[in-house]
């Protein structure tokens, strides 16, 4: 792979694209585009919301080898897209390409006979040449296969961890033809330490990271579904899956809420796709069933515990530590913490929500009328605490100063001290 050759465009500088274009910019000319002005304007000042990449990285890089844009006449020069915008799904849990469309309609207005285009957002089986390539011959006049090429690499960023980054994880890559998948290998090669998996087709890739999502989704749905089980039971899940992780090929899933912007929603594309061909799906569709029930299930019991005590619920206040999908990151997309939240509420229950990391624009713009909390009333009484997402932050949280002040706590993530914990999931 010649360095001085190649001028790479990243399509979308979200959680995916930002880690993306810093690693290919430490070898080649990198535009790192984003349609958001003001995402880029952040980013060219050094801030990053997503807590990503720091300013000492952005200033280096931008002096080396990246240019921040969102100027469509800026990619008119690179020949090798790489496209990393969100696949989100709409309010029936249909696929929304909106996002998706849109960008490859910018990048076929920029094509040129011998460029590459590459797809990391998830989608389903087929999307990429059955969605995606009529798009990008209509805007640009070319031929696929022979004027450009295509490929998909699925992305395996995993938000907020800072130990299993983009180039420690490996990639699986693939083209349209068996010389475009060559060639996109060997340019992810290039900056993946961990190596690459070059799959026989683009179908077969889009396929795999399909099936990564969905199968954490079914194996969490089944843990949770033994938390229903074992309530009714009076038994402690955890201490059950303690005692059955003793065994050497026990997967070790932990309940829990499953939101997100992968495996809350990658699923629904893998079924999409599969009622297309008429298969309806079972196993995949009831694991979503009970994952999405999590969230219910958890407010009945902090509303049974403050019975149990004696607490009018009509009066009661509580508060939920954490309102991001996942632990250590910002990213509030898909979270269900919102629907322990709005449970409460409707049972009249006093409810702050207090979490330091949780991007504010965003939840001012998603979740209207939700307030989260940076900073928490020390002077405050609560009568419940409920740990609903386990950021290092709150490790020093003083679970025990509220506990002896008669708040009862709740511990979804089950990492709280088990002496001050009243129920756990």
């Not at 952005?58 to 990393?84: F, G, P, W």
């Not at 005590?309 to 632990?327: C, Q």
């Amino acid at each position: 792979m010649e360095c001085k050759k190649e001028k790479i465009a990243v399509i979308g500088l979200g959680y995916v694209g930002l880690p993306l274009a810093l690693a290919y910019a430490e070898k080649y000319q990198v535009v790192g585009f984003d349609v958001s002005e003001a995402r880029v304007n952040e980013l060219k000042k050094g801030n990053d919301h997503t807590l990503e990449a720091d300013a000492e990285k952005l200033a280096e890089m931008q002096r080396k080898n990246l240019v921040l844009s969102c100027r469509i006449d800026d990619l008119k020069n690179c020949n090798h897209y790489i496209v990393t915008v969100p696949t989100p799904i709409d309010r029936f849990n249909n696929p929304d390409l909106t996002y998706l469309q849109s960008a490859t309609r910018t990048i076929g207005s920029v094509l040129k006979r011998g460029d590459y285009v590459v797809y990391e957002s998830t989608t389903y089986p087929g999307c990429t040449e059955e969605e995606c390539v009529p798009i990008l011959e209509k805007a640009s006049g070319l031929k696929h296969c022979v004027d450009f090429f295509t490929g998909y690499s699925p992305e395996r960023i995993n938000p907020g961890d800072k130990q299993n980054t983009l180039t420690k994880i490996k990639k699986i890559t693939s083209g349209c033809t068996p010389e475009a998948a060559e060639h996109i290998d060997n340019l992810y090669s290039s900056i993946i330490e961990a190596g690459t998996y070059k799959a026989p087709s683009i179908k077969v890739a889009e396929a795999a990271k399909a099936v990564e999502n969905a199968q954490r989704d079914v194996n969490i749905s089944f843990v949770n579904e033994l938390a229903l089980i074992f309530d009714r039971l009076g038994i402690d899940t955890g201490d059950v899956l303690e005692a059955a992780s003793t065994k050497w090929n026990f997967l070790n899933f932990r309940p829990g809420l499953v939101g997100g912007h992968c495996i809350g929603v990658d699923p629904y594309y893998l079924m999409h796709k599969a009622s297309s061909v008429g298969y309806h799906s079972e196993v995949i569709l009831s694991g979503r069933r009970v994952n999405n029930s999590i969230a219910r299930f958890i407010a009945d019991k902090v509303l049974k515990l403050l019975l149990r005590e004696g607490r009018d619920t009509n009066s009661a206040k509580a508060l939920i530590l954490g309102y991001t999908f996942k632990e250590n990151c910002p990213d509030v997309r898909g979270t269900k913490v919102v629907d322990i939240y709005s449970e409460l509420r409707d049972f009249r229950l006093d409810v702050d929500i207090f979490d330091p990391i949780a991007d504010q624009t965003a939840i001012a713009k998603d979740f209207p009328g939700v307030k989260v909390k940076q900073e928490y009333d020390k002077n405050k009484k609560y009568d419940i605490i409920i740990l609903a997402v386990a950021h290092k932050c709150f490790r020093d949280f003083p679970f025990e100063q509220y506990k002896r002040d008669g708040a009862l706590i709740y511990d979804v993530k089950g990492v709280v001290d088990r002496k001050l914990v009243d129920a756990r999931l």
